[in-house]
């Protein structure tokens, strides 16, 4: 059996380490897995049903980002829509509006 090291342990080419939640909902990278994260470096997070992915948006992934980011909004509008808290206007003040997202 390998040895823990500094709570990473690595298994079929991946790395593995145990982090906690706080009570702000913030999660520590161990610094064994910050190779080539820096400070302000945006991260996509991925869920799914059983998983949590975290991967890191680089400039071939800044288009997925910002789908996503559309994503995200388009469905917050969705769920105050279906809440009774949407409003209704007309198209082109719906578009002035949408660029400035």
Do not use: Y
Request: zero cysteines; a positive charge; glycine letters at 4%.
């Amino acid at each position: 059996m390998e040895k823990l090291i500094s709570n990473v342990r690595p298994i079929l080419l991946m790395e593995i380490a145990i982090t906690k939640m706080s009570s702000k909902g913030q999660i520590i990278i161990p610094v064994e897995m910050r190779k080539g994260i820096e400070k302000g470096d945006k991260i996509i997070v991925i869920q799914n049903d059983k998983q949590i992915i975290l991967e890191k948006a680089d400039k071939l992934s800044e288009a997925l980002v910002e789908d996503l980011e559309f994503a995200k909004k388009t469905e917050e509008v969705i769920k105050r829509m279906k809440a009774g808290k949407g409003h209704r206007m007309d198209f082109d003040d719906f578009i002035k509006e949408m660029k400035t997202w």
